[in-house]
DNA sequence: CTAAGTGCAAAAATTTTGCAAACTA
DNA sequence: TAGTTTGCAAAATTTTTGCACTTAG
């Protein structure tokens, strides 16, 4: 929805940071973050690459791993749930919260919102004395095709 | 403290795992298993692979793959945090499960266990195909010391 | 113009695999 | 004994680096 602003973010985002570096703000690192933004989920390096290459040939490899770096100290992006082999990573945005439910098999990675957690865990904090600012649950089980493949 | 039930709790439990999938409790899956529980925090396979040759040589690299693989797929490890390019385990203990309050400020924990909040988390999960396996819960706050202090 | 960034391919680092020998049940 | 597991080293994967060439500022 607001697909417009959420870009315009990013790109300022990013090149301030890069400027405030005293670097570069090039094609390359701006198209291999175009296509990370433009992905949904927890896109990993190896799907990333792949949507790079085939939407701007002659960006190489290590171009793409340069910029997620980048991406990740810049704040705009970090690096998520691992066991599949590669670096996984998910754009940051503070606005939209979610939590997490990883299949322990196959990687796969389901984002979800529960207001009634989210409430629960209030309660918990303030019982405790604290006041909470920010939190982070993250499920791990079995998918049901992994179930299914179990037997 | 209760550190003998916890080591025959371990023992116990992979055992039985290894027996139902019809495999064989050798030494060499008892001591990388014992050596990992043996860790405090949550080592990379680098450092308990050098544990591991350290008290036991002759014991090769790839056993201590296969049996952390062996540790998580019976729910006795998971793997977690990443970004230095080794896989991380960290030992679960189900029967002492936990939750983590921790004040961003003056970095005191606090450990709870919410049964309301687990009960949600596990139909979450349901409603999502899944089976949970485990999870993990982290709030950020402000304790109530900081908070007095704040202002 | 100068310093920073890029692409390529080679190197490094991490994890998996094949197989004969050793071992568990 | 039959079938699993091991250790080793080789293979496969994933990530980083070196370097000549380009490009942003």
Redesign the pocket.
Known sequence: MADVKATARWKRRLTEY?RAA????????MRVAEVFFSMAGHPG??ELATEVHKRHK??????V???M?LLCDSGLAVMREFGD???RYEARNPEAHHDHIICTHCGKIIEFGEDAIEELQENVTRRHGFLMKSHRLEIYGLCGECLKAER
Do not use: K, M, Q, S
């Open positions: 890069i005293g670097g570069h703000v090039t094609a390359p690192r390096i190896e002659g960006i190489g490899n290590a171009t791993y340069r910029t770096r082999g590669f670096a």
